[in-house]
């Protein structure tokens, strides 16, 4: 079962973006199917997986819509952290959950089950109860939605000591905003998430000027001298700025194929940070 446990709550992390919900979606299906009659039930594996997909896009559709201060952006999770039961090659880049936000539950699930777990629009069919054209259309649709977003999936080889993080670091430090623009794509995107309780300076910055001075202005106002880490969280590097032993903030960076930095994710909700820790 904790075979099956694993792949579940990844089928349901890829689909709400939130690791504790997922957990409680998953311990409720696998409670119900306890207590199920299963006389009838063939494969075991297909129906938890077809009953975790299907809770997991009833719970997107009634929390669509969320209330927090800034951009709501998924929580980053970390593979080197033992509590974390995904399965790491299979958990969406985190640039991917965040463009997953832009689609409704249903193409959200219809996309990753075909391009993540590379189901057959047969399959995905029989697992969400649609017909197969059904799934053609909203595959369709939902890569339309990504492509408006102009975001190419292309990456380059990452790993935690990687320049841009220590270049990143330095430009913040010194509060260069020359310095930070040179690291930054044009139309860089800048999304700031503080939860239900943390107020942030602006949801959404974009462009290089506007967001390197936005960048050096937390820097001085908040950041200051704090002790800082790199990381890679979701497959992307990451640095994280602590006070105490807790994390206050935490940078994720999508990188383009030339080095520079196209989206930054500013996560400040302590909710999303503490399984960090």
């Known amino acids: 079962m904790q075979e099956n446990y694993n792949r579940l709550l990844t089928y349901a992390y890829n689909i709400t973006g939130s690791y504790e919900d997922s957990q409680d979606l998953v311990q409720d299906v696998i409670e119900k199917y306890i207590s199920l009659d299963k006389s009838e039930i063939r494969d075991e594996t ?28 998924p929580e980053p999770l970390s593979f080197e952290n033992a509590e974390n039961k995904l399965i790491k090659e299979q ?16 193409e959200r699930a219809v996309y990753i089950l075909k391009e993540a777990f590379d189901y057959s629009h047969q399959e995905i069919a029989e697992a969400l109860d649609i017909s197969v054209e059904n799934s053609r259309k909203l595959l369709s649709r939902a890569g339309k ?19 841009i993080l220590h270049q990143y670091q330095q430009a913040l430090s010194e509060g260069n905003v020359p ?26 910055e974009v462009g290089k000027s506007a967001t390197a001075q936005l960048l050096a202005y937390v820097q001085q106002q908040f950041l200051g001298s704090r002790p800082y880490t790199f990381h ?22 999508d990188i383009d194929p030339k080095g520079l930095i196209r989206e930054i994710y500013s996560i400040v909700d302590p909710e999303k940070l503490k399984r960090l820790q």
């Open 145 to 163: 939605q990504l492509q408006n977003i102009k975001y190419t999936p292309d990456s380059i080889s990452i790993s935690p000591d990687m320049g």
């Open 232 to 253: 890679i969280f979701n497959h992307q590097p990451a640095i994280c700025f602590w006070q105490g032993d807790r994390i206050y903030n935490c940078h994720i960076l």
């Open 46 to 73: 297909n129906f938890l997986i077809k009953s975790t997909i299907n809770h997991a896009i009833n719970f997107k559709n009634r929390h669509s819509k969320k209330m927090v201060y800034g951009e709501w952006l």
């Open 91 to 106: 958990t969406a880049r985190y640039t991917l959950l965040v463009l997953l936000e832009k689609l409704n539950a249903r």
């Open 179 to 204: 310095h930070i623009e040179k690291l930054l794509i044009d139309d860089i995107r800048l999304s700031a998430d503080g939860g239900k309780r943390v107020r942030v300076i602006k949801a959404v």
